[in-house]
């Protein structure tokens, strides 16, 4: 019997899965068929997005049990090399990491690096971890749009450790942490004045601050850097009654202090757990999740309206040349759209 030709086995593997073998393939840890799913859930084409969500609400009942953990930081603080350093420490410690890596789409040319894979060189050969590069699609903050639902697919597909990284830029920082259950923020020491720059916004969300590099010449430097953010963090109201955010240091490149990291990143669930703050911050992310998606909708429904669409130019004319306020503008623009001020 004549052996199928590769593009006969090709066109086997790439022909359309039905919404129960996406479901089955998922739960069954099939990585072409999850990363399939994903390619699905990430599709802005009508039919797939029906497709995706029957998907997902399918796995939904075998999604929520991993650790979600967002990871931002200042450029050059090292996130690649850092959670390749503790994807692999996982890995090597029974867990299974998927990390869903933001990657900044060009405003211009829409394009993206998608390198992330490079980056992680070591973890995205690991048969444990799961890498995921997603253009932000000029998203706000840089936060791709399907990043919540890919999160739920890997879940369900056994990844008990999500972790989520930035592009750390605008306020992709402030999505991300309305998406995760644990929001680390990595720093650098040596860079200057240590808070210069740095948002108050973003140490009030962290759970946990950490200062990468402390090791070599730099670790004096880290050290005083560390007890700066303390004494900062110490003026702030607590995020949760139930959690004191740590300020610790580490060497990604060494490998030291991530043990320590993800015992504080443990010892924040149990302790959020215990409180029922936990269920309850989960909770709220998806009412924000169904009203950020009600509103992502409601914008582009507004665009793509005809009367909008005719007088849009128009008015985008008169406001730049000063003849129209943009008070003015919006409000006609909105009246054209069917709501009246």
């Known amino acids: 019997?004549?052996?199928?030709?590769?593009?006969?086995?090709?066109?086997?593997?790439?022909?359309?899965?039905?919404?129960?073998?996406?479901i089955e393939g998922v739960l069954s840890r099939?990585?072409?068929?999850l990363a399939r799913a994903i390619t699905l859930v990430e599709s802005n084409h009508p039919r797939h997005e029906r497709m995706a969500q029957e998907v997902l609400r399918g796995l939904l009942p075998h999604a929520g049990g991993a650790h979600r953990v967002g990871i931002t930081g200042v450029p050059g603080a090292g996130k690649s090399t850092f959670i390749e350093a503790l994807g692999t420490n996982l890995t090597e410690a029974g867990h299974r990491v998927a990390v869903l890596a933001i990657d900044p789409s060009s405003s211009l040319t829409g394009g993206s690096i998608l390198g992330d894979k490079t980056r992680m060189g070591k973890l995205s050969t690991d048969p444990n971890a799961f890498i995921r590069p997603t253009p932000s699609s000029c998203t706000l903050g840089g936060v791709a749009r399907k990043t919540r639902e890919t999160m739920l697919v890997c879940e369900a597909g056994g990844f008990d450790v999500i972790l989520v990284e930035t592009v750390g830029?605008?306020?992709?920082?402030?999505?991300?942490?309305?998406?995760?259950?644990?929001?680390?923020?990595?720093?650098?020491?040596?860079?200057?004045?240590?808070?210069?720059?740095?948002?108050?916004?973003?140490?009030e969300m962290a759970d946990l601050v950490t200062i990468n590099k402390c090791d070599g010449d730099n670790e004096t430097r880290a050290r005083l850097a560390q007890?700066?953010?303390?004494?900062?963090?110490?003026?702030?109201?607590?995020?949760?009654?139930?959690?004191?955010?740590?300020?610790?240091?580490?060497?990604?490149?060494?490998?030291?202090?991530?043990?320590?990291?993800?015992?504080r990143i443990d010892e924040h669930r149990q302790a959020l757990t215990a409180s029922g703050e936990l269920p309850e911050r989960r909770r709220k992310q998806l009412l924000s999740w169904m009203w950020s998606m009600i509103e992502e909708q409601l914008l582009a429904a507004f665009k793509e309206h005809p009367s909008v669409v005719a007088r849009l130019g128009a008015?985008?004319?008169?406001?730049h040349s000063g003849t129209l306020t943009a008070t003015e503008a919006a409000l006609s623009l909105l009246d054209a759209f069917g709501i009246k001020s």
């Not at 052996?3 to 129960?20: C, G, I, W």
């Open 227 to 263: 007890r700066e953010y303390a004494t900062a963090l110490h003026f702030m109201r607590p995020k949760s009654p139930s959690w004191t955010v740590p300020v610790v240091t580490c060497s990604a490149l060494n490998n030291i202090g991530l043990q320590e990291i993800w015992q």
């Open 30 to 33: 099939d990585r072409t068929v």
């Open 315 to 319: 008015a985008e004319q008169a406001v």
């Open 169 to 203: 830029v605008g306020q992709s920082e402030t999505v991300v942490a309305d998406m995760v259950d644990f929001f680390l923020v990595l720093m650098i020491a040596g860079a200057g004045d240590e808070l210069q720059g740095i948002k108050r916004g973003v140490l």
């Open 1 to 22: 019997m004549p052996h199928p030709t590769f593009d006969a086995v090709d066109s086997v593997r790439r022909r359309e899965l039905s919404v129960s073998e996406y």
